[in-house]
């Protein structure tokens, strides 16, 4: 088994972005890239915006090759509900919008999942 973190806090962004490779599956966990809010009324620096977008960059990669995406949350950090390209042709595990979660969440929520039923792409809510 294959374990690649692709963006962590580590690597200088927000995210757990992860890569699981077995000998017959591909997974990719949350594929989802931020950078921290202003600090000290400072907006992020350009180090931090490039760094962004380079592990964006890895994401959308890694998550090319995978066959299963894995969406545990939905912080931005954790997917990235601007870009549903990266969903077509996968088979999309989500955690359910509406039990268990903050009820500040659920308008996004249900964005997000009108937007996989609309480009039908096939998903599981668990």
């Known amino acids: 088994m294959k374990i ?4 962590f806090d580590s690597l200088g ?3 757990m972005a992860t890569y699981v490779e077995t000998d017959d599956i591909r997974i990719f966990i ?3 890239v931020s950078i921290a809010p202003d600090r000290y009324s400072l907006p992020p620096h350009r180090i931090e915006l490039d760094r962004h977008q380079e592990m964006w960059k890895a994401i959308k990669h890694w998550v090319n090759v995978s066959d299963i995406i894995i969406i545990t949350h ?3 950090d ?4 601007d870009e549903q390209g990266i969903y077509d042709a996968k088979d999309v595990f989500l955690k359910h919008p509406r039990e268990f979660i903050n009820q500040s969440r659920r308008p ?6 009108w937007s996989f039923i609309n480009n039908k792409v096939h998903c599981v809510v668990t």
């Not at 690649?4 to 963006?7: G, H, R, Y």
């Not at 954790?78 to 509900?81: A, D, I, R």
């Open 78 to 81: 954790h997917h990235n509900p």
């Open 4 to 7: 690649l973190p692709i963006a």
């Open 30 to 32: 949350d594929p989802g």
């Open 108 to 113: 996004i929520n249900n964005y997000f999942i």
């Open 13 to 15: 962004v927000r995210s």
């Open 74 to 76: 939905y912080h931005y």
